[in-house]
């Protein structure tokens, strides 16, 4: 925060009247691709994000800098446009919030000087835009004095990322990062918003983040590719099924009607969905009653699906979460995030963190060519005033 407020001085003079900000990154413990197919997903905050130093203006200029691209230097609009703009980069997100806050009916009456920096590696699949999108609601709500309730912050986030950037993503990870509590992960349940905090107890172990390396751009992604399979099934099932989606049923129903999807690849995208929601009620039920085994085993299946069912995840995901999986010390691991590079996790023994990460990253560097990287963090809060 020292670093961040000196180029914050550096690059827009007196910090008088300035405040500071922190928005978090969140991974997903279990529940992937269940999002907008109507299932249950256990997000959590995590201790890494983005800060941020914001002071307001006079005027209607905004102007914005990021130590994390300092060759795109400061970048201007004003707090009244209303379009996406090439130029902006990564400013968009701030912009895109902006807009959604006003088709919300709440005001954006003068503009203000921020600074960012993030610590979540960009592309790695731990929100580091729904972290951007979270961190200038909680902005925009404390400079413009706004009633804003956290959920409706959260559908701003949203609405910025698919009607403004144009990526098809759901409502988990804004949800997350706005919602999120030390050692609690949130059961979530997306077709209806209703969520429920659920202690995260990992005494003795740690959560490890495990960095692919290999750069993910969502809207370049298959991601739109599955969402629209998983579509598909669900329409074939509905001539029969009185159902909204993937996520009202068991696995067992579903098995019983695959012969409505009549395409072998269908089946498999929707068999992932059904199945990983089950498994997301299942790892709540074990995190409740403390038994850490059966939720690493769940990891474990979740990834196989990932894999097998859904194919998200490819050479570099596996190695990683495969290799994690053999590790004495290791109770579960499996890719998180939308897959196709980013990040898996895998809960650790504490002492044991050292040697695991070191076995994992020798196996990868044979297997793939380049270096993992890897993150040992706790879960923490939700997006702030500092």
């Known amino acids: 925060m020292e670093q961040l407020l000196a180029t914050f001085i550096d690059k827009f003079g007196s910090h008088t009247h300035a405040k500071q900000y922190f928005s978090p990154g969140r991974i997903n413990l279990i529940g992937e691709h269940t999002d907008y197919n109507g299932g249950h997903v256990f997000p959590a905050a995590i201790t890494i994000g983005t800060f941020a130093v914001a002071k307001p203006r006079q005027d209607k200029t ?118 999120g509590e030390p050692d609690s992960g949130i059961f979530l349940d997306t077709n209806t918003l209703d969520y429920e905090m659920v202690p995260v107890v990992l005494t003795g172990y740690r959560i490890v983040i495990m960095n692919t390396n290999k750069r993910r751009e969502l809207a370049d992604s298959k991601y739109n590719e599955r969402r629209h399979e998983c579509e598909t099934a669900l329409s074939r099932l509905q001539e029969v099924l009185p159902i909204q989606a993937l996520g009202a049923l068991t696995t067992e129903t579903f098995e019983q009607h695959t012969d409505l999807i009549g395409d072998e690849t269908l089946i498999k995208r929707a068999r992932h969905a059904v199945s990983e929601n089950e498994r997301t009620i299942a790892a709540k039920a074990a995190l409740t009653s403390g038994n850490l085994e059966e939720f690493g085993q769940l990891l474990n299946a979740s990834h196989a699906s990932l894999k097998d069912d859904y194919e998200v995840t490819g050479i570099e995901l596996d190695t990683l979460a495969e290799t994690a999986q053999a590790q004495d010390g290791v109770i579960g691991a499996r890719m998180t995030g939308a897959g196709f590079g980013g990040c898996g996790i895998a809960i650790v023994e504490t002492d044991k963190v ?30 702030r005033v500092l």
């Open 62 to 179: 905004i102007r914005v800098y990021s130590m994390n691209f300092p060759d795109l230097g400061i970048l201007e609009f004003t707090c009244d446009e209303d379009q996406k703009r090439p130029d902006l980069k990564w400013a968009n997100y701030v912009l895109g919030m902006l807009v959604s806050l006003r088709k919300m009916g709440f005001e954006t009456p003068h503009g203000f000087d921020l600074a960012i920096e993030g610590n979540i590696p960009n592309g790695s699949g731990l929100s580091s835009s729904a972290s951007l999108e979270m961190l200038v609601g909680v902005i925009a709500r404390d400079l413009y004095h706004l009633s804003l309730a956290s959920l409706d912050m959260v559908k701003a986030g949203k609405d910025t990322e698919n009607n403004f950037i144009g990526v098809n993503s759901g409502i988990m990870d804004q949800f997350a990062i706005a919602f």
């Open 354 to 383: 050292a040697q695991v990460t070191q076995a994992i990253h020798d196996t990868y560097l044979a297997v793939v060519g380049y270096e993992p990287a890897f993150y040992a963090c706790n879960i923490g809060s939700g997006a």
